[in-house]
């Protein structure tokens, strides 16, 4: 009787904050192939940092070097213990009766220097228990072969701001294809490189390079690289494999702060050099970079007094590989900002900020989470998809990451509201024609945020740092979620 109660509160929730997303008493359901699963990460759960000939990544380093950095001071060397507790994540798969699960490989476990000649047989041994377990309960493994642990000595080099890395991740892809592609045929290449390039090379992210305007564009320039030379070797060497390989990006949409015609520019502004950035290249008919980005680096670069663009330059070869270089378009999607337009001041030092122009806020009275960024706006969700039907002819979407943070605590009412709302938001898009092929929540348990540490919780199951043992309980969404992966329907009432 009590989840009786505690469902009716949230089906109120969901019906306040499910403005366009669809009437929250009525039942849906997604189409009988459709997958649904959780998702997870490397360096956020794996713990064992410098275990059994795993090499050094730049989260290690920084992590390391400036704890006063991250919001607790905590680090990942720990944190889930997951690669010590594969068969009892994999327990917790099985009770969510989800269809996927999708984690990443570290490239240093794989390879300690980053370099292809110096190979770890035990990171092969960890991923591939891990991918036999999945199989063996009929749970498909999709794999991203980079979650922004990038090995300390390539960050030596330069990083993703030196091209040779392009063909470093691809020598490390073809490692990756050879060992797991018999039993792996979901791959994605790169998980949100808008984030790690923008908040990692422009920023003060790992590895911290904080050259906005400079390295961030480098990187996302070397990563698009990276990725049609891993997309195109799949197609040339490991076709009957018969897998698949996408990217995956992330998509907060930017609706116009009011209906003038400077704010609807803004909003499509800001969606290019956020999205556009990285989806352009790959799903545009054109192909490159938005032209929107092109003209605005280049025309402040000038008024800079650089003798050329910031924005690195394609090749016609570069633009020809990496246009339809995809199978299927990864996306992730939290949350929704306005978009307005900007002073139209150009500042001597150069930055992202400067060259998109837009300025970007959210309204106070969206509902709040555990995160100062996230809001909750399901309609966001909805429109993010249209719009990528529309902009990019529909390719195929896999959700890759949804979810919502919430303070501790089994009771998580308003992580279950979030994730009902936003699902009948996706259902409503899907109803609309969007080519929608699963939804995957972030995450399966509590985690390393990155730079809040674990003052976010994110899981379906509470994870206590406290213990030893790294105990996982489960929270209301973890039941909640379960009777939606095994009927793939939302659910009206509990039994």
């Known amino acids: 009787m009590e989840f009786k109660y505690v469902f009716i509160a949230v089906i109120l929730a969901v019906t306040y904050l499910s403005v366009e997303a669809g009437v929250a008493n009525a039942e849906i359901c997604f189409p009988p192939k459709f997958m649904f699963g959780v998702a997870t990460a490397a360096y956020q759960i794996e713990g064992a940092w410098n275990v059994s000939g795993k090499g050094e990544s730049i989260w290690d380093r920084y992590?390391?070097?400036?704890?006063?950095?991250?919001?607790?001071?905590?680090?990942g060397d720990i944190t889930d213990d997951s690669y010590h507790r594969v068969d009892e994540d994999v327990k917790l798969l099985v009770e969510l009766g989800v269809q996927h699960y999708r984690f990443s490989i570290s490239w240093?476990?794989?390879?300690?220097?980053?370099?292809s000649n110096e190979l770890n047989e035990d990171g092969i041994r960890y991923y591939s228990s891990l991918i036999d377990a999945l199989k063996k309960h009929d749970i498909e493994p999709m794999v991203t072969m980079y979650h922004w642990d990038l090995p300390q000595c390539l960050q030596d080099l330069g990083g993703w701001t030196n091209p040779i890395i392009a063909e470093y991740f691809t020598d490390y892809a073809r490692i990756l294809?050879?060992?797991f592609g018999d039993r792996v045929k979901i791959w994605f290449t790169f998980n949100e490189p808008l984030s790690f390039c923008k908040e990692g090379y422009g920023g003060a992210d790992a590895p911290a390079a904080n050259s906005s305007?400079?390295?961030?564009?480098?990187?996302?320039?070397?990563?698009?690289?990276?990725?049609?030379?891993?997309?195109?070797?799949?197609?040339?060497?490991?076709?009957?494999?018969?897998?698949?390989?996408?990217?995956?990006?992330?998509?907060?949409?930017?609706?116009?702060?009011?209906?003038?015609?400077?704010?609807?520019?803004?909003?499509?502004?800001?969606?290019?050099?956020?999205?556009?950035?990285?989806?352009?290249?790959?799903?545009?008919?054109?192909?490159?970079?938005?032209?929107?980005?092109?003209q605005r680096i280049g025309e402040i670069s000038k008024r800079q007094n650089f003798p050329r663009s910031r924005l690195p330059i394609f090749t016609p070869?570069?633009?020809?590989?990496?246009?339809?270089?995809?199978?299927?378009?990864?996306?992730?999607?939290y949350t929704t900002y306005l978009a307005s337009q900007g002073n139209g001041k150009i500042y001597p030092q150069p930055s992202f900020a400067?060259?998109?122009?837009?300025?970007?806020?959210?309204?106070?009275?969206?509902?709040?989470?555990?995160?100062?960024?996230?809001?909750?706006?399901p309609w966001g969700f909805r429109r993010v998809v249209n719009y990528i039907r529309q902009t990019y002819h529909n390719p195929p979407v896999l959700v890759t990451e949804n979810g919502v943070s919430s303070e501790r605590g089994a009771r998580d009412v308003r992580r279950v509201a979030y994730v009902?709302?936003?699902?009948?938001?996706?259902?409503a898009a899907y109803t609309e024609g969007c080519d929608i092929r699963g939804y995957t929540y972030w995450s399966l348990i509590d985690n390393f945020e990155w730079t809040r540490g674990f003052s976010e919780r994110f899981g379906l199951y509470d994870v206590d740092y406290s213990s030893k043992m790294r105990k996982r309980t489960p929270r209301l969404s973890a039941q909640y979620y379960a009777k939606v992966a095994k009927t793939r329907c939302l659910p009206t009432t509990w039994d």
């Open 63 to 75: 992590t390391h070097t400036h704890p006063e950095r991250i919001f607790d001071h905590n680090n």
């Open 108 to 115: 240093p476990r794989i390879l300690p220097t980053g370099l």
């Open 177 to 179: 294809y050879h060992y």
């Open 213 to 294: 305007g400079f390295e961030d564009y480098l990187c996302g320039h070397n990563v698009l690289r990276a990725h049609a030379k891993a997309y195109r070797l799949y197609e040339q060497e490991f076709a009957e494999q018969g897998g698949s390989v996408g990217i995956v990006l992330d998509f907060a949409w930017m609706e116009p702060a009011t209906t003038s015609k400077e704010d609807q520019r803004a909003a499509e502004t800001a969606r290019q050099f956020t999205f556009g950035w990285f989806a352009n290249p790959i799903f545009s008919t054109d192909g490159d970079y938005p032209p929107i980005m092109k």
């Open 317 to 333: 070869e570069e633009v020809q590989a990496l246009r339809g270089a995809f199978d299927f378009l990864g996306l992730n999607h």
């Open 354 to 377: 400067t060259d998109m122009g837009v300025v970007i806020s959210q309204k106070p009275d969206w509902p709040k989470s555990n995160s100062t960024w996230l809001r909750v706006v």
């Open 420 to 427: 009902d709302a936003y699902l009948r938001a996706l259902h």
